[in-house]
């Protein structure tokens, strides 16, 4: 069986195309399940997160990031002897897959094994490292800008869409940030890198992608995430905030 769950944004997930194969159900279907679910639209968005594909005859294809309460909700009207057996086996997966992710986050100090916590210190110091150099980067900035860089790291489309409702009160959510960055040039609209940062931008430092690596029956299939830098987030936080009307102290 392939893997079920993986961690795609420092969170536990599932997607589309697995549900479809170890259900034994057409991808199609899934699609079409998740588009006709009767949930909110604030519990799609948390829980069902667009993307795209490419399958082996190089076709770009939607696909959708699952999370354990959206594949709850999904698979609760599947039925029967094997269906039974396969949602227990995703449970534990999800479960594990959790554990396995707050090991990850634990602080060096809390870690009982010598070899691990001195790896994890290790890590730890190389991120203040590049933190700090963020921080040098971010000297010229305006007050304004400061404060949107505050988190330093890069973050995802989703975090950064929360986070301008969350600070400025602008509602976009995940996909209309997307289609915003589309729109204004800064990702690749169409093809098989669709929702991908254009390379000048990256080169610039206001993007930049992680790669997870997804295990499917035809091979391994990666799945690019796109997050933007602090220099990133200042610059849209920006023209956002000036496009929408939002004042700015």
């Not at 479960?95 to 890590?123: C, F, G, V």
């Not at 602008?170 to 929702?195: A, H, P, T, V, Y």
Request: aromatic share 10%; glycine share 6%; with cysteine.
């Amino acid at each position: 069986m392939n893997q079920l769950v993986f961690i795609q944004d420092n969170q536990v997930v599932t997607d589309s195309l697995t549900v479809s194969e170890v259900f034994n159900k057409r991808h199609s279907d899934v699609l079409r399940s998740i588009q006709n679910l009767e949930c909110s639209t604030d519990f799609t968005e948390r829980n069902f997160a667009l993307s795209d594909y490419t399958d082996v005859t190089g076709r770009v294809l939607k696909k959708y990031f699952i999370t354990q309460d959206g594949f709850s909700f999904l698979v609760m009207g599947y039925t029967g002897k094997k269906a039974a057996e396969f949602k227990e086996k995703y449970i534990t997966e999800f479960n594990r897959m959790k554990q396995q992710l707050q090991e990850q986050n634990k602080p060096s100090y809390m870690i009982d094994d010598p070899i691990k916590r001195a790896e994890k210190w290790i890590m730890e110091r190389k991120k203040l490292e590049r933190l700090e150099e963020q921080r040098k980067l971010d000297e010229p900035f305006t007050t304004f800008g400061k404060v949107v860089s505050n988190s330093n790291a890069a973050i995802n489309v989703g975090a950064f869409a929360k986070m301008m409702y969350d600070k400025h009160g602008i509602k976009m959510g995940r996909n209309k940030m997307f289609q915003w960055l589309r729109d204004k040039g800064f990702l690749i609209k169409s093809g098989r890198e669709r929702n991908n940062p254009k390379q000048k931008y990256i080169e610039q430092g206001l993007f930049d992608t992680s790669v997870t690596v997804v295990s499917r029956t035809h091979g391994d299939v990666e799945s690019v995430t796109t997050l933007i830098t602090g220099k990133g987030q200042v610059k849209i936080a920006e023209m956002l905030t000036k496009e929408k009307g939002v004042m700015v102290s």
